[in-house]
């Protein structure tokens, strides 16, 4: 989103209204009969009724007199409308075909009804959110279509509405990597837009310290910048990061509020406390001052447990819910392994004279000792689901993220609970597998699988159902470097959050995605940046590619994860329109031919862009990172940048943490007489904390390792090697050149022995363990002469 946009957007939110024109009667005699409705979050109840109204540019909104709330949800209705429709409301009299009306009758805090008939437009709320709620509704009904700037036929309706959860939240994580205000605005907004109602900031952690604390300066002018991790030659000079002052933090809650949004703010502890702890190394426990981290993961670095670390803490406290007036506060309690803690006498001695046994009963104890705390100033503790690990205490609720089980025992004992299990619902898991998604983590988390997910799971018996608050999808932020790659994370599978969340009706995927397909061109009108991964085509070559280099020709099938439009296909280079040849059955096409494909809704539109595929012989032996696989017995978790804050979104290489080493699948060395690697040379900043004896040591021959190239790899899971198993076989072996001096990228190319069939070729690099990583970019086989 341009600058401009974004400042004319945000202009509008604030009620800058400019002029405006009333529409012609003849263009609106002239619009097209009502569309049926397509609102998202499904409505708990829509009737249609007769009549139908036309809504163009100068029609009128009126509000109650002297209702600021009302007045306020009207102003971002005319907001709303005027990024997705391009069509200017007015506020009015209360004769205005638009009428906000105050009905106490209405219960429940975010409960609305909405009527239209041919006399006008109804919305009736008790309560603040439930106008914000019943107008992003009616903005939704005034956008059903690309007809941008056009006249709105709205069709006669009464919609009855209220959520099935409270908490319906998504999880910025602006501590691994820093997310300007302005990209916070915008989720903001399109948050309110599907009715979603809580941002939860993970505001520190080892990687960064975002919140202005006032008595505590260091925590921003040493915790909120680190140095990028090495990928070799000279040390990086840059610092990153940032943070965001208490002025900037107030005017944001404001903004959120009056869209129905409270804001959770997250400090991290007593573990994910690196940032802390290089501020004020006396807040630590062994009295050394680390750098701020540039490794993702576990760290080792906790809060000291005694006097002064609890008294920083409320300190912090304090600062922190004079900003955020909501009732929850974040305190973490994930990852904190205790091995500091266990290693210091005075933390010891303090477990002794507290009466408390084990390290894990001491962090109950600290995060009981904020909860009071936080509940004597009328504040609830929140927490990740380690905070049940050694008792949970009676002022906390839990959101469970290591599955469900978190939350199932949590509300069966009377706690409140927050759905959010990891990788269902963590959002920096990629869309699909197709080689143009940013980096990210690997366990593909499609918008269909999100949907699907139930946040009531089965093992909370019903008596302590109302436990259950709701769920929230998370976007860690380790490989989400920027408001482009955050916003790509988030949308549009935060709409399939907000409909699970808030709809009681039954799942139905096919009508989700078609009323989804609006929702996708009101954020883009918005300046959003929405993936498309779910409504894009891929492609699946059906048989292997060495048995589609031997006969010339290619069999491959086309498909999209949702059922929206129809797949249109051309052979001639073309880009492919409304008007192409429609996908029915796989195509088979003679080598050389590149397939180029889209969905089309029904009113002609692409719903993603046009993907391609090759069938060269060049094309068919070349193999992208994406599309080589783990070596037997491993697994590839990540796919990461070049380097750690690269702000695009390629070049990109799927790795294992735990080893190094890929495979290109079923090589056709009948066909391919060679082969050139390009080789990425990355960090390895990992934070494996007591997971790094898992890490495969290799013994390197040369200074700094070697490329080994082979025929099959060796299975490392333990299991009995195939029958028909090619023995392992050493190809080509190729010196790794010194990282101080080497650039990051290298190419090695060798030949191939001739043999028959198609067989695995193995890439494993020999380089320390402790140092950087390596992996393909690419491989090209070359054609035999």
Known sequence: MGLARFAQTIGWMLGAVGAIGVAPVAEAQSMSPAKPLAVLPLPASMAAKPGTLVISSGSAIATPPGDVEAASAA???????????????????????????????????EAYRLDVDATGIRIAAASRNGFVY??????????????????VTVAGVTITDAPRFAWRGLMVDVARHFQPLPSLYQIVDQMAAVKLNTLHLHLTDDQGWRFEVKRYPKLTEIGAFRSPPS????????????????????????????RGITIVPEIDLPGHAQALVSAYPELGVLGDRPAVSHDWGINPYLLNPGPKGVAFVKNVLDELIAVFPGSYVHLGGDEA???????????QAQMASLDIKTENALQSWLIDTFG????????????????????????????????EQGAVDAANAGHDVVLSPDPMLYLDNLQSGSADEPPGRLKVQTLAAIYGYDPMPKGIDAAHARHVLGAQANAWSEYLVTPYQMQHALFPR???????????????????????SPQVARWRWGGIE????????????????????????????????????????????????????AYATPLTVANGVTIKAAAFDADGIATAKVRDFATSRFALLSRTSSDLVACPGRSFGLRMPMTVDAETNGPAVNIGVFDTCSVYPAAPFDVAGGFTVDVARIARNFGLAHDTADVRQHFRVTPYGELLVSLGCRDTSGRAPAKDAPPTKVIASFPLPDPATAPPRMTFSATLPRMTGDHDLCFQFTSPAEGLNYAPLSVQLTERR
């Open 75 to 109: 102003r971002l209705l005319i907001a709303h409308v005027m990024t997705t429709r391009g069509i200017t409301l007015q506020t009015g009299k209360n004769d205005a075909p638009i009428r906000f009306v105050r009905d106490r009758t209405i219960t429940g805090p």
């Open 372 to 403: 009071r705390y936080l509940a004597s100033k009328g504040r609830r503790l929140i927490g990740w689901d380690e905070i049940l690990e050694g008792g949970l205490p009676p002022s906390a609720s839990v959101m469970s993220w290591r599955g």
């Open 231 to 258: 990928t070799g030659g000279p040390a990086p000079s840059t610092r990153v990061g940032g943070f965001y002052t208490q002025v900037e933090l107030r005017a944001l809650v404001r903004y959120a509020t009056d």
């Open 530 to 581: 929405v993936a498309d991964s779910a409504f894009a085509v891929a492609y699946t070559l059906q048989g292997s590619r060495g048995d589609a280099l031997r006969t010339g020709k290619a069999t491959v099938a086309l498909a999209t994860q949702v059922p929206v439009g129809t797949i249109r296909y051309t052979l001639d280079g073309s880009a492919p329109t409304a008007q192409s040849a």
């Open 494 to 516: 935060a709409a399939a959050l907000a409909e699970t969340t808030w709809s009681r009706a039954p799942r139905d995927f096919a009508s989700f995605a078609n009323r989804l």
């Open 134 to 151: 019943g107008a992003m509704t009616l903005a939704q009904m005034l956008s059903p279509d690309q007809a941008f700037g056009k006249p």
């Open 337 to 347: 392994i205790k091995d500091q803690w266990q290693r210091s006498p005075q933390v």
